[in-house]
């Protein structure tokens, strides 16, 4: 009996999946049977610091990570330092304001260490040539130990310092327009201390960059593995589940390939906790998207594609986008065979116009090519470029390829459009411009649309739950009719509207 059953259920789920098979033929496309109702793990692989601050709290001289803009002004000239014509010329001390030039963006080397990187992109060193000791911005794009300076703070007031050169001495302000590295730095560190400069910081990056690069390799790995683990548990699986969320879409980091030596600052052991995600995933049956949030080079230059200086490099060269794709063979070749994986970010947010469409068109068919080698039914996944004015612009390449889903990021934020909106204002664009739009994006011959990130939050000020609750319900609404999905971001964060874990617990949403 046992075996006449299990030959007709053999029989019967070969019959389905011919069937489907046809019916899949005869549409021609992959075609989901559900819809995802993702939540995004951001801030887990990928760290944030503005989704988890305290992350940053043990890092020595953690105002000076990799990234942030500092400007020095000379106690005694009254003015700032500047890489004259922004770089390639020499230094001067003689600017009243402080704007790009005079901006000097920091590579970490240790807590007191740094490189100073200018406006255009080189560090300054001590000149070689002519007496050795003037101040020059360098032309090299690789900055070594001629070009590593110390900052000295002052212990009585952290904002006035002294930079010590690699030759052993501390510049020196002259003349306004001599900045020398000749000082022995042992002046009153009063304001007619030539080698003292008081320090404006422009503020800068927390990215898993900064994170690692500022705890350095000792404490690093011991710092990432406690995030790994306790950021995002198995119970947070079960509360997804029974919440209603059938999908997690997590966001990863290039090295993450490198797994368990990535390069420096990068410290390995992310690839065990998406392991472990997968299990839990299996458990709680959740579906899993990966999502290459940090590519290598930086593909938008912020903190959360893992800028280390704002700089956006990805793309640039055919290397450097074969390396990318290596990211998504790795992946996928890790986890096809998991029946909880369910669809491939080829990468998160690129930005224009460093990020071409030329550049992305080639990494998307090769990026779309290595996923296919191994799951012919692991949906891939493509982001149009941050705030793009074609919204279909790649629905050509997309269009001839199975499976291929087109992600949209909808906030009603980041652009002064919304600064002034109230809360019905809100939730009329989300039915004006979100819908129509998505109306027009949701075709039967194109790819799947996904709203891959979206949050119930706004510029309204003062605004009550139940306004929150409306505008969460519009939201929800509007990107159920995208045709693959939506995904919340993120599940975790200190700011509450961020967090749909706190939504879903305060009641703000329901699923
Ligand atoms: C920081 O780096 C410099 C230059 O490599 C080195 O001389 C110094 O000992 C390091 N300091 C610490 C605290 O590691
Ligand atoms: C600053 O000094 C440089 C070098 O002498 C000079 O070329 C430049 O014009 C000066 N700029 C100002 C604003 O004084």
């Known amino acids: 009996m046992a075996t006449a059953h299990s030959t007709r259920r053999h029989t019967l789920l070969c019959f389905c999946i011919f069937l489907s098979s046809i019916l899949s033929l005869s549409h021609g496309r992959l075609t989901p049977n559900f819809k995802i109702r993702a939540v995004n793990l951001g801030g887990w692989l990928v760290a944030e610091g503005w989704i988890k601050p305290s992350l940053f709290d043990g ?7 990799d990234g942030t803009g500092l400007q020095f002004k000379a106690v005694t000239a009254g003015k700032y330092l500047c890489a004259e014509t922004g770089g390639g010329s020499i230094i001067v001390a003689n600017r009243t304001v402080a704007s790009s030039w005079e901006t000097f963006k920091l590579w970490r080397i240790n807590e007191t260490n740094y490189q100073l990187r200018v406006f255009n992109k080189q560090f300054v060193g001590v000149d070689s040539g002519g007496n050795g000791i003037d ?10 130990r001629s070009e590593t300076f110390e900052i000295v703070r002052n212990s009585n007031d952290l904002n006035r310092v002294r930079i010590k050169a690699p030759n052993g ?14 000082s022995k730095g042992d002046g009153s560190w009063g304001n007619d201390d030539q080698s003292v400069f ?23 790995p011991q710092v990432m593995t406690e995030h790994w683990n306790t950021f995002i548990v198995e119970d947070d699986f079960n509360f ?4 209603g969320i059938n999908a997690v879409r997590i966001p990863v980091g290039w090295w993450i390939a490198s797994d368990r ?49 704002g700089s956006q490099e990805w793309g640039l060269s055919d290397q450097n986008i074969q390396e990318t794709v290596n990211v998504i063979d790795f992946l996928t070749s890790r986890y096809a065979n998991n029946p909880r994986l369910y669809a491939v970010e080829l990468i998160n947010e690129p930005l224009s116009p460093g990020a071409t469409l030329e550049s992305l068109n080639k990494y ?45 990021h909808y906030y009603n934020l980041y652009s ?39 949050v119930a939050e706004w510029n309204v000020e003062g605004a009550t739950k139940e306004d929150y609750q409306k505008f969460a319900n519009a939201q929800l609404d509007v990107y159920g009719k995208a045709s693959f999905g939506w995904a919340y971001w993120t599940l975790k964060n200190v700011n509450n509207h961020w967090s749909l874990e706190w939504m879903i617990n305060d009641h703000y949403i329901k699923l």
């Not at 001495?169 to 000749?182: R, S």
């Not at 997804?240 to 919440?243: A, D, R």
């Not at 809100?426 to 996904?450: A, M, V």
């Open 59 to 65: 890092i020595p001289n953690k105002d000076f990570l």
């Open 135 to 144: 101040m020059v911005a360098i032309v090299a794009d690789t900055p070594g």
């Open 169 to 182: 001495f501390f510049l020196q302000v002259k003349t306004e327009n001599l900045v020398t590295a000749d």
């Open 198 to 220: 008081i320090i404006t910081n422009t503020g800068g990056l927390h990215g898993e960059f900064q994170l690692t690069n500022g705890y350095g390799p000792v404490n690093a």
């Open 240 to 243: 997804i589940s029974s919440n």
């Open 261 to 309: 030596t990535p390069p420096q600052p990068y410290v390995g052991g992310s690839l065990q906790a998406l392991d472990n995600a997968f299990i839990w995933a299996q458990k709680y049956r959740i579906n899993v998207i990966i999502d290459l949030h940090a590519a290598p080079g930086s593909q938008n230059g912020y903190e959360h594609s893992s800028s280390r200086d």
């Open 364 to 408: 998307y068919r090769a990026g779309y090519n290595a996923v296919r080698k191994y799951s012919s039914t692991v949906y891939v996944i493509m982001s149009n470029r941050i705030a793009t004015s074609d919204p279909k612009e790649f629905f050509s390449l997309a269009s001839g390829l199975d499976g291929s889903v087109i992600d949209i």
């Open 416 to 454: 002064s459009n919304f600064d002034k909106m109230s809360v019905q204002q809100n939730i009329n664009f989300i039915y004006n411009n979100r819908l129509p739009e998505l109306n027009q994006l949701t075709t039967s011959n194109g790819p799947l649309t996904f709203i891959g990130e979206w």
